[in-house]
């Protein structure tokens, strides 16, 4: 198993950046695909971005590439969302979650194949 402990949400303005951290337990970390997705207020939980096992590959929704990234460091068990530019529409709460996966180059982006999720960071973006 693993625990997921996300910080880094607030409250900034439109134009501002952030960055999130997902600091996860135990010695497997590196087992696992990683995730951001975001739920806002009366809306479903979405994908935001997936980093592979490695740090290899990526994926971003439409909605945030250019604009956020999304990295690891297996050392310290911990992976991050960098957010530039931020946009009103960015408002939600932000998630980390988990996959154990085997293949090492794999982003996994539907919500349905993570396992373990974390409580989540709130992100205000004023305009």
């Known amino acids: 198993q693993v625990r997921l402990v996300e910080s880094g949400g607030g409250l900034v303005q439109a134009g501002d950046s952030l960055r999130l951290s997902c600091a996860a337990s135990?010695?497997?970390?590196?087992?696992?695909?990683m995730g951001w997705f975001r739920q806002a207020p009366g809306k479903e939980r979405e994908f935001v971005a997936a980093?592979?096992?490695?740090?290899?590959?990526?994926a971003y929704a439409d909605s945030v590439k250019g604009r956020f990234t999304i990295s690891r460091d297996n050392a310290k068990n911990t992976v991050y969302l960098q957010m530039n530019s931020l946009k009103p529409e960015d408002t939600a709460v932000y998630y980390c979650?988990?996959?154990?996966?085997?293949?090492?180059?794999?982003?996994?982006?539907?919500?349905?194949?993570?396992?373990?999720w974390g409580q989540g960071t709130g992100v205000t973006v004023s305009s």
């Open positions: 135990g010695r497997t970390f590196s087992m696992y695909a």
């Open positions: 980093i592979s096992r490695s740090g290899s590959s990526t």
């Open positions: 979650e988990a996959d154990l996966v085997l293949d090492g180059s794999r982003v996994v982006t539907s919500p349905s194949e993570y396992n373990y």
